[in-house]
């Protein structure tokens, strides 16, 4: 069986750590983010096939160095063409039931579970859905039992017809691909899955942990459910012994923490953190912070320097961004 990666959009709401990496390379708890999609894959699935427009040399020369224990395949899309474009442009490599995840979502599936669901429906496709406070961002599921009568996207507030979203999870026969028309751009979510749902969707509830990471908001509250679930630790030849740390955290290794840490913070390898305070963010391999600057609900990218008394809220900054002592950012983007 395999798992097709959709992983070609432009990370555009992740600039400008996206100029220099596609987003599927954007680390997450100090790995690749598409890393995370293969955690705990079960043996049915014997290949990974990654979608990729934006970046595909970079996610072809990753794969080809790094070991996920099953073959992979790299297949680049020539012009972005939507969600559906891109499944589409896979078709000639998937031999049978499928599944497909959007390379966006951090969650706790369980695929061979979610494989026998799909198999006891005996339906064209099978989409995993999440309940969410506030479904009016997502595209939202109606259904009848545990099958889909209408999708509804992006609904005005209130107006939604359940709170269960769309999770970017799928398992699909083949014959999907016979409702996606080649050559131009198509949208599984609005043109596709509402054709389908006349030939059956069933809607696959699960539980765990489910977030989006494609923007800052959504990254660092995937980056907090992953810490809370046990994913921190602290590297053992990093010394943080006069820092203050405030669990879970994740501490890569050669770190040197002075200061206030945590919670919910990941440092990358080699990070050197003065007397300074860092909260709810994600700092990149390499990043120095000098004492008294002040860091929160922020990323900060690979080899970027926060000076003395900088204060840095929610916004991203650059790899190799240099910011001045006692700079005031707020919701701000850095590029180098």
Not at 12 to 33: C, D, G, I, S
Request: hydrophobic share 45%.
């Amino acid at each position: 069986m395999e798992l097709v990666i959709v992983a070609g959009g432009l990370g555009t709401r992740l600039r400008p750590l996206t100029f220099h990496r596609p987003k599927a390379l954007v680390p997450l708890l100090n790995r690749p983010q598409v890393l995370h999609l293969l955690d705990g894959l079960p043996d049915a699935v014997d290949r990974v096939i990654v979608a990729v427009n934006y970046g595909y040399e970079a996610v072809r020369d990753f794969f080809r160095s790094a070991d996920v224990g099953r073959e992979t395949v790299v297949v680049k899309e020539p012009e972005p063409l939507g969600t559906g474009g891109a499944l589409k442009n896979v078709e000639g490599h998937v031999r049978g039931t499928f599944a497909a995840f959007n390379g966006d979502v951090i969650d706790a599936i369980d695929l061979e579970a979610f494989l026998r669901f799909h198999r006891r429906h005996g339906r064209i496709g099978s989409l995993g859905v999440w309940p969410v406070p506030d479904p009016a961002g997502f595209g939202v599921v109606e259904l009848d039992g545990e099958r889909i009568r209408r999708f509804v996207e992006k609904p005005p507030k209130g107006q939604a017809p359940s709170d269960l979203v769309n999770a970017g999870r799928y398992i699909f026969e083949p014959e999907v691909f016979h409702f996606i028309e080649s050559g131009r751009e198509v949208s599984l979510e609005r043109e596709v899955f509402p054709r389908l749902v006349v030939e059956g969707l069933a809607a696959y509830r699960y539980e765990g942990y489910w977030s989006d990471a494609g923007t800052l908001t959504t990254y660092l509250v995937a980056q907090a459910v992953l810490l809370d679930s046990g994913r921190g630790g602290i590297a053992g030849d990093s010394d943080t012994a006069r820092a203050s740390i405030a669990d879970p955290v994740l501490v890569g290794s050669a770190c040197l923490v002075e200061g206030a840490v945590g919670p919910h913070v990941v440092l990358g390898d080699g990070c050197r953190i003065g007397r300074a305070t860092v909260a709810e963010s994600a700092l990149f391999d390499h990043v120095s912070v000098d004492d008294k600057a002040e860091i929160r609900s922020s990323l900060v990218g690979a080899g970027a320097a926060i000076g003395e008394g900088a204060r840095v809220v929610d916004s991203i900054i650059g790899d190799g961004v240099q910011v001045p002592p006692h700079a005031r950012l707020a919701d701000a983007r850095m590029k180098g």
